[in-house]
């Protein structure tokens, strides 16, 4: 039996150093890295290809977030495994559009740890199911899209595109060449124009209006 490869990425070595030894008694896994922020986890990728990365979201230097596209383009083949204490729902949907298969709350049992790991190995969608119930809830029941007499204006509606792909805001800022706080605001009017009470609204907002795959 072929053992997966892992990368163990978290900030916290207590949570990084119980996650390898949990995952050392499975004889049908290997832990092959182990990395403390996001830079590191994009090195250690490039060299060692692992099956599945666990990543952290919330690191220092730099974060799981920036971190997914990053891994993605150095080794495509590698599946992800966000591993967080956060359960907003944008980010998992940001993770998501990102590039991650599997969304898990470090509050989660062993037995679903390995399992997602499990099925992220072949390519398996995993999400917490706590964490599913969130996002098919935002999917079930978005705020009332309203158009209103105070339309987008043109930075309005690419910073609009640019949140339906799962863009961070330093990410809008660098690609419109704006500063981050002025993205901040340009979100904060997209919100209330629209009357959509999150990032998650706002994307499922772009997607429903056919937004999300234009790349302006």
Known sequence: MKAIRILVVDDESVVRDGVVTILSFQPDMKVVGEAENGIKAVEIARQAKPDVILLDLMMPKQSGLESIPKIKHVSPDSRILVLTSFDESDLVYQSIKAGALGFLLKDA?????????RDVAKGQASIQPSIAMKV???????????????PLTPRELETLKFIARGLSNQEIANSLVVHERTVAKYVSSILNKLHLANRTQAALYAINE????SKK
């Open 109 to 117: 049992t062993r037995v679903q740890l390995l399992q997602a790991i």
């Open 210 to 213: 056919g937004l999300a795959e």
């Open 136 to 150: 098919i809830n935002e999917i079930d029941h978005p705020a009332e899209l309203i158009y209103t007499a105070n």
